[in-house]
């Protein structure tokens, strides 16, 4: 059984900041892939930034220079850091994580989301 464990939302004045986390717990023997998504009320999942198992990031064009991406594999956790936060970026904030399980088994796991709220 694998869990990925978030925290760190809350609501923010436009222009403030939030580091969110996610923690990846339970029977685990690889983590490859692990992303932050978000859905806004009425609009579908994007995705907001990944990392890869090699260490290569990638963003959505709309946070490119306020958001960072960050691991630390030894503790199977994956950081957001947002800066210069906009009311646009109001919504419930998913992590996912490509696990390999002790069993063998690999497959998505997602969080339960944490809700960011940009707003004054």
């Known amino acids: 059984q694998v869990q990925l464990v978030e925290s760190g939302g809350g609501l923010v004045q436009p222009g403030g900041s939030l580091r969110l986390s996610c923690t990846a717990r339970?029977?685990?023997?690889?983590?490859?892939?692990m992303d932050w998504y978000r859905q806004a009320p009425g609009k579908q999942r994007e995705l907001v930034a990944g990392?890869?198992?090699?260490?290569?990031?990638s963003y959505a064009d709309s946070v490119k220079g306020r958001f960072t991406i960050s691991r630390d594999n030894a503790k199977n956790t994956v950081y957001l850091q947002m800066n210069s936060l906009k009311p646009e970026d109001t919504a419930v904030y998913y992590c996912?994580?490509?696990?390999?399980?002790?069993?063998?088994?690999?497959?998505?796991?997602w969080g339960q989301g944490t809700q960011v709220t940009v707003s004054s």
């Open positions: 996912n994580a490509d696990v390999r399980s002790q069993y063998g088994l690999r497959r998505d796991y």
């Open positions: 990392f890869t198992s090699s260490g290569t990031t």
């Open positions: 339970g029977s685990i023997s690889s983590i490859y892939a």
